[in-house]
């Protein structure tokens, strides 16, 4: 046997707003999803052009003291000088010009910049100069190097490795760029410049770089300086922006899916604050909607539920304003008014039928009825018939008894 199930309003008002409620939480939560992802994207789209610019920025600098650091000592007056003349002949004379050289190398570039370059250039004639914290390599034939002679045939060379081993120093890889000595008289090559920068002092220029990121710096495809703990093939795309460097190499900036600045717990935080802020309003507002819509339609159903013939003289009292309950009260008492006046109706009915019945049983027992039914009992009786006169008089007493 199915158990019955109360489907009252309360209930059916209740179920109703909670799945309205619950659409508009899906709806919301989706929409407030997609913004919060758009507003995300854009965040780290902005986040990403501005470590970009300020990193490239940074790079730029480098590369463009690096460059100019290069003029300076091409453009040096006693540099120039010197290169136009012969080699000195006894070592005495040519440790003194190497001091000579080296002192103005190390003025010219403390007076440019704190960056610890190594700086060196080299003539054909043999003759080699430095400022740096490391002492030149005393087997490398610098001046037979198939990248020396590459570099006066170009008008720049950056590179980046270990191949060019030219100070005598435990740094694995340089940053390097050379260009060609030239003799400003002649305007012919006569030597390289080259100046450095160490992989160590490289990465200290990305050493505030977030976990979240990954920079590289690339020259042809090929990954020459990479700093970061994020790979690549983890990143969305859109999170990836990449820019042209001063000398022609790339920097690819990369931005994780979760980074310092937009954690889950904050997104998780956000959904559970909107989760509760909609049940608290969902609540209040059901608790509104059964006490203002269901109260009188409720006491209404009690009414009637204990409805008696003895409780048809007393109206009902709801006050409410409910135009509906209103309508249901207003027709529930004309009802009542309508059932009071139809049981009127009947009792005036049942008096005026007994009265009626009366009335036609007394024009049926006139008194010449009467009359001719007692005058033949007693004649009856006079001429001897007792048995038929007694018989008569016994029926027409039962007449009487079940007329009356």
Known sequence: MKKHV????????????????????????????????????????TETSRVTGYYSENFNKVINEMETICNIIGNNYDIQQMIRKNPPVN??????ERCDINGRLALLVQSYTDVPYEIAFFLD????????????????????????KDTKKQERIWSYGSEKKVFNSLVDSYMSLQIPMLNIKTNQACGVIYVALGIDDIRTLFSEVDTGYSIQILSDSEVLIEQGSIIENKMRGENKEQKE???GWLMKVCLGDYSSMISDETYIFYFI??????????MIINFY????????????????????????????????????VTTLT???????????NLLENVRQ???????????????????HFLYNTLDTITWQIRTGETEKALKNLMDFSKYFRLSL
């Open 6 to 45: 109360h489907k009252t309003i309360a209930n059916k008002l209740f179920w109703s707003l909670a799945l309205f409620f619950t659409i508009c939480f899906v709806i919301v939560i989706i929409s407030m999803s997609l913004l919060f992802q758009n507003e995300v994207d854009g965040i780290r789209k």
């Open 91 to 96: 070592k005495k004379e040519y440790l003194k």
């Open 125 to 148: 004639d043999g003759r080699s100069f430095s400022y740096a914290r490391y002492s030149l390599e005393r087997d490398a034939e610098i001046q037979q190097a198939q990248w020396y």
């Open 245 to 247: 460097l001063d000398n």
């Open 273 to 282: 604050l909107l989760f509760l802020l909609l049940f608290s309003v969902f």
């Open 289 to 324: 909607f059964r006490r203002y819509i269901t109260k009188p339609i409720m006491q209404l159903s009690r009414e009637m539920k204990h409805l008696k013939m003895d409780s048809l003289t007393k109206p009902l009292q709801i006050r409410t304003s409910l135009d509906e």
């Open 330 to 340: 207003e027709g529930y008492n004309r009802m009542l008014k309508r059932i009071q």
């Open 349 to 367: 009915e049942q008096i005026e039928n007994q009265k009626a019945q009366y009335a036609v049983l007394q024009a049926q027992i006139n008194p």
